[in-house]
């Protein structure tokens, strides 16, 4: 989830700069949280080149604070340490060279303790940035820097799934943990949403914060399609894996057959199966798979052999998008269209749209009609990886509370397999 | 281009069918006339896994014919060596095990001589099969065949160029082939076209011969856009290079960029620089540049990063195809719609829209809404390739007489290089 | 450095029997020192496959007296954590399946305090094990660990030097660390000691420890040849450089020449260059070369070929034995011979023969006329690693005093450059 | 086998120089006589880095005259083409570039009538050459040329063997080849040799041809041993895979297990096991296990590890020739001792010494004592492989008649498995 943004809006918005140092410390302090069950040697780790470690995540998002806004915007800024800007630079070519992202678990030093100073030390510099009134800019650039650390929240989470996983004890990361998804208390079967399609508008309306890859709002002309009302479930793939959906190629991508037989994919990553029991490592360590939870950490290459299973299809993230406006009752005119919503509304909902997991798409990650990347460095947080990747929607459990949209795009490569991802089923009419 | 095709169209077409016979002989031939210059060592070598040898290609578009059409029509056709079917299966699943395709260089026997009595052998089964009134479906796989032939027609001349630069001393094809694109006569300034868009109509009408990727027909919805008449030439190329186009990441995809580092690309495939002076490696062996040909051998992040530097983008495939109809006087009804066209039009059309390189356009290669792939075991043509692949439209000239239409979907992944690819500007208006 | 051993010698002796205890205590605890300047997360890093972590070796060494004495002698002992038989056997076969070498910086937890715990319950059990009278196999073996423990102290040093290195920041193991090989006083130029040869007595004589690889003692044939009285300077190493020994294939063995071309070697590992100054790399950070000390961190193909720059040869390990003992008026049947000797003899002595750099030798690390490996899963100390390595001689600046013995053979894989090892001259005469 | 030599006599030989040019067109013709049942398509292929194909063999050997005699010392001699030059050159790096060795098979031109031209260009230069009197310095070149051209005989057949079995239908060389080890005609349970050592002479002593490695020749002290009167053979190695040798790891040295684990070695390069019946891949074609055959196409590791498991151990290189000489009488004053001999001895000989299967011994290559590479670029013959490969001593079946010594060293990594090697037991008494 490489994902990052700008505002697509500039308009003096007084509550948000009122609000702005509140946010600061309130998001600042939730990173930190995540960490409590951490030890230094934990948080050292990288488990494979696409993780990081814990430590460079929370670096990584001071250094983004004073790069992007201390050192352009608070004329008497002291950098912490110069040696960080190569070290916790992670893709911004117009900053400068940066460490080689496949070896950030040798970075022994700086430690944990260097690292929290590094945090504090940017912290207090904002504080007193954000106490005096920073210029609309510069507030823009904190509140697309906030949005990047709550995406990086999510990240700290997946990454560490991965490096306990890993490990060859394979520890919970904490046994109260409610960070996986939760049983449904739907049945197995879906139900179908018929929609007519038609032209219709997808895309940021530029009200509220987006990343710059969810606009502009443009319309698109979509055939009729349905959509299930519910995500997959743990039962329904072990269905699929006792039909002989890891051994049939004909139900595959070619790329993802390759996947399976040069990696062996034989069920979900983290799945295990011993004496006729499917179990799984979340968060909380290994345990007994529940039939009636979403499934997870699957590839979109095992998303769509599934729904090919399933003679149905992967949705486009468009059908997806229309979908829950349309099934929630949005108005395009209504200013909470770009926002999370969870007030009930009178037409049946999607199930699960949000907070479960992550739903593949058909969608290949390309940019939108008239896309323009945000001016300056920042530009390259999302419209470089508009390549060779597959797009997913909605949000998953790791996901900061407030942080999804329903413009909201992440992307992974199709072969991912780390992600909190599954998949709803829809189909042509 | 692992691009196969099936009918579309099965309804009853007298002319066809007696016509079968002699194009059936002709493809067949045409074949055999590109291996004239090559030797048994020639067409044996593979230069790397993408490529296959000449006799590779020989052999499976003859295995082709012997098992999607004598084999289940022709009662008592006798399979000329039962090994073949494991050695030039391609990446049909469905009809059994194969051979890896980056060992085909191994194959030392079959040699030269077995292959051409395959192909003899083939051609007298085919010949007394077409003599007889073929059944519809059977006839529908003839055309597919030969519609196939010709794909590997084109792959033979890319991938011997590969082989031949390879061989250390780095032999012409032929001094007299006129395979390689001709200058252009126009200036090298592009005019631009600009259409409104709007919602239009693309993909295959069923008239004609079609791939199954190409349909179902189905309308878009365009916004307005501009398009270049005519393809970017190699002194466009230089002044890129030149201008540091290979050295600046804020040009190029991530991934692009990644390949750029790694790969050590400093201009097009082929392309050298001695004295001062460009040459290119062709099937006429190695040349001076001509700066007014079009540019070609180059990837899609390099033909991306040269759009992104001329502060204009690459077309999506249906902005292509939607001005190619529009600026031809194309009416939807009208049934050469889907066949290449050298005739006249009144309105000024797209220069170089065929024959000269493929073009890459902005569009991942996915299926249409309503795709289904064809029955049978022929559905492994295209469908389970749409991952991972950008859609390259027109032809080039490598292109057979003939095998193009403005709805073909060409496609390689973004890093390919040895097709005779280049590219078109577009832009927002 | 994977040498193990046994003991050559199992006669009753009272003296070790007594001060067995406190030997073990010293030992153990010399272990634990060199962990002081060190954290949790340098402790945790694995910089390349060869390389195990800080905290790693010292389960590992706890883990063999686990296992080889306490398990098998101590009636009641209660493992620590079953688990870690798993994660810290090295590489004995025999004792069951073991973590993979190349993962072991996977390793977040056991984390710094479990892996404490792990060594005081290791050492109470010992303390109880050695007060009572353990038998002499047991004592032997308990020998035996010690003497491994050793090897690892040395490892501890070699691993967190390169560790240290990758670090991007390259932090000092500890300022005031005399672990770098001195300057010589001596000049640069060496004198030559000739020796005549003829059949002399090698290998280890029983009396004392000395691991298996080191017997059986035996006569052997050696010609008349000259052996260098110093070790090569970095001064030398730089007018090797200087007279482009790193690129002139003539002076290389083919696979070392292809060592320099595919790895980049230009120098010594740990040397840079910069404004016309080579600095090196050690414990105590990065520093300017100096001269008069001792080449180090060289592999075997650069003694080699630096040996054939200089018109000569590096000696073979017995003549390195046989001159350390002629010229220190060993007699064989002293009984010192097989232990490291500071006092000065009559004779003039090779100097730096033991304590400053390991001396690679022509070689290979094969076993002695009528080697048997010890019995049992310690048997696979030694004999198993007798191929594709070299011997070295002496021991270095991070042996532990006491270790080193002129009948002691350590050997590594002839491209290995993260050992302090460097070269004496040889010839023929 | 990269093995190449020098002259290490240098006096006149009358009748030597007036065999020469008999010797030159025999040998010449002997190598095309071996291309006969291979077509261009099997002359073009490499089937891994180590191959050569036939065709490149053919061209090199013709280099090495062209090169080393013809270049040098015949004053007008003309280059058949300047580019053969870096493609044929091997591995000398004083003679200058040259095609990357892992590449050879992608050298589509020059072809196979190519081939034959040079070769018949440079036969017809040293035609005229050994016609005149030429100087004793060319003289020897040309005979190390020829027995260079030998053992490119013996690598053609190895390299076409590895090539066919590569091929997907796994075609034979010949039907009436010959060149596969003969049954013995003794019982499988080997007699031993007790010999008693001392201080004996090995290594060649000038009298005749040899190779650079071979000398000087030497004194060296032998502990007393005992040796097998005859080679392994089938049957016993089917015992040893019966009895679990391939799975169990304290019978292996490390290296040869990791290359068991890694390379799925479960029997000789070439064997299959089906229906309970063992085959075996030779220049014939596939073929049932004839159990009184010599076991070959084993590597260095597996010898050593059906030795252990036999409680003996391999041969050094100097016990093999000390054995040789004494079980057939050899006088050291004899001139013949360098020579093949197949006539009776009095005494019992060691039984398929030379002409069934290369033997591996416990030697690794190294310099003997006094060792000098030959002046010039032929120097680069043998010397730089001295590092990472371990003696073979005696010839094989495919080895042309009178090329074999008993001072031979022919050399190969421990896991080589393409040479037609097997293994004499020795032990210690």
């Not at 560490?160 to 996986?180: D, R």
């Not at 502009?216 to 349905?226: D, F, K, S, V």
């Not at 597959?390 to 942080?403: K, N, Q, Y």
Request: glycine content about 8%.
């Amino acid at each position: 989830m490489a994902t990052r943004g700008v505002l697509r809006q500039n308009t003096a918005m007084l509550n948000r700069r009122e609000g702005l140092r509140t946010r600061y410390f309130e998001v600042r302090s939730a990173t930190d949280q995540l960490t409590t069950p951490l030890g230094p040697e934990d948080q050292t780790v990288q488990s494979m080149a696409d993780v990081s470690p814990t430590k460079w995540h929370r670096a990584h998002t001071s250094w983004f604070f004073e790069t992007f806004v201390l050192l352009p915007f608070q004329p008497n800024y002291c950098v912490f340490d110069e040696g960080y800007d190569y070290l916790f630079n992670s893709y911004y070519e117009s900053v400068g060279p940066r460490y080689p992202r496949d070896r950030r678990g040798l970075i022994s030093r700086p430690g944990l303790s260097d690292i929290s100073a590094y945090r504090k030390h940017v912290d207090a510099a904002m504080d007193q940035f954000l106490a005096a009134d920073p210029p609309p800019e510069a507030a823009d650039l904190v509140e697309l820097g906030l949005h990047h650390e709550e995406q990086h929240q999510e990240l700290i989470l997946m990454d560490i799934q991965h490096v306990l996983w890993n490990s060859p004890l394979q520890p919970a990361y904490s046994a109260e943990t409610h960070l996986a998804p939760s049983p449904t208390s739907c049945g197995i079967e879906p139900q179908w949403h018929d929609l007519d399609g038609g032209v219709v508008t997808v895309g940021h309306n530029d009200l509220g914060f987006g990343f710059d890859n969810e606009g502009p709002g443009h319309q698109i002309l979509l055939a009729p399609y349905r959509i299930a009302d519910r995500l997959v479930t743990n039962a329904q793939w072990i269905n699929f894996i006792n039909d002989g959906g890891y051994s049939r190629p004909k139900l595959w991508l070619a790329d993802g057959w390759a996947a399976v037989k040069n990696l062996g994919w034989q069920s979900p990553l983290y799945w295990e199966h011993h004496n006729e029991c499917w179990t799984e490592f979340s968060l909380r360590g290994r345990e007994v798979i529940d039939p009636s939870v979403t499934v997870h950490h699957i590839s979109h290459y095992e998303a769509d052999a599934f729904a090919r299973w399933s003679n149905s299809r992967l949705p486009t993230e468009f059908e997806w998008e229309h979908a829950v406006r349309q099934l929630r009752g949005d108005s395009l005119h209504d200013s909470s269209a770009n926002t999370a919503s969870t007030e009930e509304h009178t037409t049946q909902p999607l199930n699960d749209s949000e907070g479960h997991v992550w739903q593949w798409t058909a969608s290949a990650y390309l940019p939108y009609p008239g896309f323009q990347p945000a001016i300056g460095a920042v530009g390259e947080y999302n419209g470089k990886f508009m390549s060779g990747q597959m797009v997913l929607r909605g949000s998953s459990c790791f996901t900061p509370p407030g942080h999804s949209r329903v413009t909201y795009r992440n992307f992974f490569p199709p072969a991912a397999r780390w992600v909190a991802a599954g998949l709803r089923l829809a189909s042509d009419t």
